[in-house]
């Protein structure tokens, strides 16, 4: 890298030196520089990711397990962080201090969006014998500069936080709310909205007035710099969990399905209500200012504010997922499984774009999108969309998630606002801690009052372990550094991740054991003394009919929603709403209904209808109803070239 | 979109007038406002790719041919750009004029990277009652100002050229690559690189020499602004062929291989060669300057610099290709299908982002890196990444070409540094034509001194026909905005652009029924009369061993190196090395042998070594040797439980 940058600009030097009168040709040799720092800034990151894929293949062929792909991604960002800090010190950037001219009108509280610079005017610039013609120039609005001498790191490996909410962010929720296993989801429905909704409002809280009493025990300089809201944005921020690593280890070893579904929906619904939590108390400290002191009001507000963005982002999700289902189902696109593929992914995009413009929160919506494109849509494509898509979202989630932790590693060097602060950085440690165990353990008592099997206590060590930070908690920290606390808080939160995923996550095996967790597929048959045996549903089929009254409510009412109206409406399955919707319905249901509804059999239906066949599901294989290779070992074959088949069909 | 906007700026000027000293919330208004009016850009470009893909299927559906989906992006983009251009007319962008502080020391001509500005300092802000605090702001620089009443423009719908190189080309240009069918590739090999390297380079010429004519018999005003050498970038950019929906129709039709073949080899190449050539002409142009006169030697460097360029960008390419090869032969990273894909993504996006980084053509080398990657690693990939990255290649393919029509569309009225000037467009229109005749006929008419079967005449109209120009010349038109000549330019090239893409393209098959070109798949037994009868072979299987004789003696030797050194080294493809290298480099060669390799018998050589079933091809179905359903009905039933497993099989 070193060497690179600077022979790129010994390259410019000469380019500008060599010049007759050519400012054009210059600035187009500062075009090309820059572009080849872009590149160079993601050719550490692809690198970084290589590397990384290559370390997870040389683990999981030896089977160490005391590391996972994202600890190891984090690591590697470190290192490199490290050498691009210490070992590269060009200085790339060239600046000047700048005056209004003398006879501008401008009368906003805001600094401009744009400079216009007349160059070089007055200045005296050495372009040896020609002069240098005087043009006009933009610059355009950059951020506030709090530290000037930081400026040379700006260049280095640094990306614009606003990449994470639009091209990272989205496919990782997308990928986690298309993976959701409903039936375990929705079966642990309560415990998983009361973690996620209760929960995450409760740590914050707590994290936020802990933080508060610490930060004005400090010295003066650090108290003066915080306000309540801002600890409280933070306790928002280092919230939500990311457990990862976690998850990845419970695969591998089997284990209980519904501790699995509790902490993977309370991790996807927590980053949901973090984020819009956050968006709330910033709208609090806009309308707080305003009114000057209406605090219940603006409190009110903000309460106000949540409740109305969470619950419409669900809705344009929602709604765009349902949307592309009718696409699918009402058309023929099918039959072009590329232009089916494009349309899943367009209108999945489109949701989280919606949701941003309306200024409400698109990772939300993009959530509940992947949840109904899954539940609805997914059921209508042509096999070939559906293993395209799953594997599409698979690969993307993959490198997105590995690409934030890697960058959540070298930014901890390269981040020029990072601002260390030891009893800040102590104090989060603890709250944070402190924070999870508010969230799970009374709310688990809570639970227990009205839960039939109730959650055991080792499984609340467990989620309270499971507790990591990540990705949203990172985008949240860097997306906002302006000031000082703000810097304090992303310093903060990115050694929380880091320790959290490189230490919680490499002990989680031993924590599995420590707290005697079941593991493996003995449990699914043998483990009788396990309190959940009797919800345990080993094959994805519903043989869980008789655990109904277990299920939550809501749960029930859903669900008859569900197989009742939308369902049939929404997708080919059976039964067609000729047979569900009331008498005086009937013609409407006539139009919603499809040939394909009417004249499929059972058997269809069962196969397309099912939840279970869709996401990577390592825990419950999806059982073969006829395994093929016991009927005529030549099929190796068949499936080679029905493989082919598919992908031609275009 | 309107409507957003002027809400937007309502609720900016709200948060901006009602707040008390709260500068940082209103910058967090103004981010925020900026985020969004992102978010709708993407937004309506996803929307204008939603309703593309809806339309083609109702045109696939209804079998409607004269337009195709690239034609149809331009269009719907055209139509929304004008939409944005005439009916939103909000001015978002504040700016003051600055001036250098007056102790300032610069000494540099070309003008400093950012500006630090104290806001208000001694600027009157109406900020209600309390003081502005003075800060220090960033901003960084943008580019010239040509034109001062169009900077309000600037926001709407626009994306930095940059993206288009570093985003939307790559995956372009890899999936021709990973596309290019081989074996006639290599069969038409002369007379592919003919048109591409000879007939571009002297197209460019033509075109360059023949607007600097035209230049000059116009105005003055425009002569003067445009140099030989700015011409003659002018006619590289505009060399390069885009017969996408050409041979989209081939395609459906079924037209002879070998005329697919030339076509989209030659269209392949000569975006790489145009790449390059445009890159030596800037380069002749700062050589020039600098030496100030010493032409000859500058013309002899800007030569060496495009055979240096396109070699070493080739061998990056390649290399990375074979290293991935290397790495999926040599570990076994195919067990975990997710990780090997994550692999071959990131190796080939390496591949062009090292090119970029050593200042060559990151697109020649991702070009040759998906060749090398088809003829090689792809051998060595499990079916599941086999089936992953066909299919997310293709798909990217898909929503990059599609965005990059849109576009055009669009920015034909958003994009602000647009200079019509009618002269030059139609002298661009006529010599274009031109151009791509001085190609075509008289390189055919050499070619066909020493060619076997020679290129027929209608099939020297259709290759004149094909010269449709596309994404190529439109990013290299909108690289470089800076001065008048380069905006005229992109101007014309837009135009050029949508002018052959719809026209061009829609009159495609009446070209085909006009010149008598055998069309059909009864081609493919019955049209003894066709020239090409001999060298056509109807099944991807090799027949064609006899028609040897008409193969170029370059492909001849290629063919022998790749199937005694390359193939046996890079995959697991037979005889391995062991017998073909010389007998004194036998214990190096069992090295490299897998066991795989010794053990496996030729029917799973000829399996995986099969070039043919690599690609969506329509033209030829891949034969499936096996029909499942001839055998057992049932097995569509084993067809979805195959795909889950193998979906799940990581």
């Given at each position: 890298m070193?060497?690179?940058?600077?022979?790129?600009?010994?390259?410019?030097?000469?380019?500008?030196?060599?010049?007759?009168?050519?400012?054009?040709?210059?600035?187009?040799?500062?075009?090309?520089?820059?572009?080849?720092?872009?590149?160079?800034?993601?050719?550490?990151?692809?690198?970084?990711?290589?590397?990384?894929?290559?370390?997870?293949?040389?683990?999981?062929?030896?089977?160490?397990?005391?590391?996972?792909?994202?600890?190891l991604a984090v690591i590697y960002g470190l290192i490199v962080g490290a050498i691009i800090r210490y070992a590269a010190s060009t200085n790339q950037v060239t600046y000047i201090n700048v005056h209004p001219a003398p006879d501008t009108k401008y009368n906003l509280s805001v600094p401009p969006d744009m400079l216009r610079l007349h160059f070089p005017d007055k200045m005296q610039v050495s372009s040896g014998d020609a002069p240098v013609p005087n043009k006009t120039y933009a610059y355009s609005f950059r951020g506030e500069i709090v530290n000037v001498e930081q400026n040379e790191i700006d260049?280095?490996?640094?990306?614009?936080?606003?990449?994470?909410?639009?091209?990272?962010?989205?496919?990782?929720?997308?990928?986690?709310?298309?993976?959701?296993?409903?039936?375990y989801f929705f079966r642990n429905l309560g415990a998983i909205l009361t973690f996620a909704m209760v929960g995450t409002a409760l740590s914050a809280l707590v994290i936020g007035s802990l933080m508060y009493g610490c930060v004005q025990l400090m010295p003066a300089s650090l108290a003066s710099s915080?306000?309540?809201?801002?600890?409280?944005?933070?306790?928002?921020?280092?919230?939500?969990?990311?457990?990862?690593?976690?998850?990845?280890?419970?695969?591998?070893?089997?284990?209980?399905?519904?501790?699995?579904?509790?902490?993977?929906?309370?991790?996807?619904?927590?980053?949901?209500?973090?984020?819009?939590?956050?968006?709330?108390?910033?709208?609090?400290?806009?309308?707080?200012?305003?009114?000057?002191?209406?605090?219940?009001?603006?409190?009110?507000?903000?309460?106000?504010?949540?409740?109305?963005?969470?619950?419409?982002?669900?809705?344009?999700?929602?709604?765009?997922?349902?949307?592309?289902?009718?696409?699918?189902?009402?058309?023929?696109?099918?039959?072009?499984?590329?232009l089916e593929s494009a349309l899943f992914v367009?209108?999945?995009?489109?949701?989280?774009?919606?949701?941003?413009?309306?200024?409400?929160?698109?990772?939300?919506?993009?959530?509940?999108?992947?949840?109904?494109?899954?539940?609805?849509?997914?059921n209508n494509l042509s096999s070939d969309s559906r293993n395209r898509t799953k594997q599409l979202f698979e690969l993307l989630n993959f490198l997105a998630e590995n690409f934030i932790f890697t960058y959540i590693g070298v930014s901890m060097f390269t981040f020029p606002k990072h601002h260390f602060d030891p009893w800040f950085i102590i104090a989060g440690f603890v709250t944070s801690v402190l924070g999870r165990a508010v969230n799970i353990y009374p709310l688990s008592f809570l639970l227990n009052l009205g839960r039939k099997p109730p959650i055991p206590m080792n499984f609340q060590h467990m989620l309270f372990f499971s507790g990591l930070r990540g990705a949203m908690s990172f985008a949240l920290a860097i997306r906002n550094t302006v000031s000082e606390a703000r810097q304090a808080m992303l310093t903060t939160t990115s050694l929380i991740v880091i320790a959290t995923v490189v230490l919680q996550g490499g002990a989680a095996t031993h924590a599995l054991a420590y707290l005697r967790i079941p593991t493996g597929e003995s449990g699914n048959d043998e483990n009788d003394a396990l309190p959940y045996r009797d919800v345990r549903s080993d094959t994805p089929r519903d043989r869980g009919e008789g655990s109904t009254g277990q299920k939550a409510r809501l749960a029930r009412l859903w669900g008859a929603v569900d197989s009742k109206l939308l369902k049939p409406l929404l997708t080919h399955a059976r039964p067609p709403l000729t047979e569900t919707l009331p008498?005086?319905?009937?013609?409407?249901?006539?139009?919603?209904?499809?040939?394909?509804?009417?004249?499929?059999?059972?058997?269809?239906?069962?196969?397309?209808?099912?939840?279970?066949?869709?996401?990577?599901d390592e825990q419950h294989p999806i059982p073969t109803s006829i395994d093929p290779q016991q009927i005529w070992p030549g099929l190796v074959d068949t499936r080679i070239s029905v493989e082919g088949i598919t992908g031609s069909n275009i």
């Open positions: 070193n060497i690179f940058l600077n022979f790129a600009s010994i390259l410019l030097y000469l380019a500008v030196q060599c010049q007759g009168s050519g400012t054009d040709i210059a600035l187009d040799a500062k075009a090309t520089l820059l572009h080849r720092i872009d590149s160079l800034n993601l050719l550490i990151y692809t690198c970084l990711l290589t590397l990384t894929v290559l370390t997870i293949w040389v683990f999981k062929h030896r089977r160490v397990s005391w590391l996972h792909e994202t600890g260049l280095k490996a640094t990306f614009d936080p606003e990449i994470f909410f639009n091209i990272i962010l989205p496919p990782i929720i997308f990928h986690a709310g298309y993976c959701l296993k409903r039936k915080f306000t309540f809201l801002d600890t409280l944005y933070f306790g928002a921020l280092i919230s939500p969990t990311d457990p990862l690593t976690v998850l990845a280890i419970f695969s591998q070893l089997k284990v209980d399905v519904n501790l699995y579904a509790m902490i993977f929906g309370e991790s996807v619904l927590n980053d949901a209500v973090a984020l819009v939590l956050s968006g709330a108390i910033q709208n609090y400290e806009l309308r707080y200012s305003n009114d000057g002191g209406f605090e219940i009001t603006a409190f009110l507000g903000a309460i106000g504010d949540f409740i109305g963005i969470f619950s419409l982002s669900l809705l344009v999700g929602a709604l765009m997922g349902c949307l592309t289902a009718l696409m699918t189902k009402f058309t023929h696109v099918r039959e072009w499984p590329l367009l209108m999945s995009y489109a949701a989280f774009l919606i949701a941003e413009v309306c200024e409400l929160t698109g990772v939300v919506a993009v959530l509940f999108c992947g949840i109904c494109q899954a539940h609805y849509t997914y008498a005086f319905m009937r013609p409407l249901a006539r139009v919603l209904t499809t040939t394909h509804q009417y004249t499929q059999g059972d058997n269809s239906l069962r196969r397309t209808d099912s939840d279970s066949d869709l996401c990577i």
